[in-house]
């Protein structure tokens, strides 16, 4: 089992940058596929990208490809989500997922709370 949990959101304008951070629990946590998704106000929760156990295979919505990046450093038990050119379509709470079967987890894995991401324009 793996704990998760999110920081590193707040407010910034439009073209900004921030960084999330994912910290895990759990001495396994090198072993989970790790992803991050994000809702918007009315919205469903979305995919935004995903990072395979080893950090070998990346994959991003097409929304966000080529302006956000996922890394992780197992030495560390965390995943991070570099995002920059941000938008105010990118307002949202982003949530990091961590699975062991799926490179992009699905509800039933291990979720964290969310962190804001709020972009001005």
């Known amino acids: 089992q793996v704990h998760v949990v999110e920081s590193g959101g707040g407010l910034v304008q439009a073209g900004g940058s921030l960084r999330l951070s994912c910290a895990a629990s759990?001495?396994?946590?090198?072993?989970?596929?790790m992803g991050w998704f994000r809702q918007a106000p009315g919205k469903e929760r979305e995919f935004v990208g995903a990072i395979s156990w080893n950090g070998g295979s990346t994959y991003y919505a097409d929304s966000v490809k080529g302006r956000f990046t996922i890394s992780r450093d197992n030495a560390k038990n965390t995943v991070y989500l570099q995002m920059n050119s941000l938008k105010p379509e990118d307002t949202a709470v982003y949530y990091c997922a961590a699975s062991l079967l799926s490179v992009i987890p699905r509800p039933g894995d291990y979720w964290g709370q969310g962190t804001q991401v709020t972009v001005s324009s």
């Open positions: 759990g001495r396994t946590f090198s072993m989970y596929h």
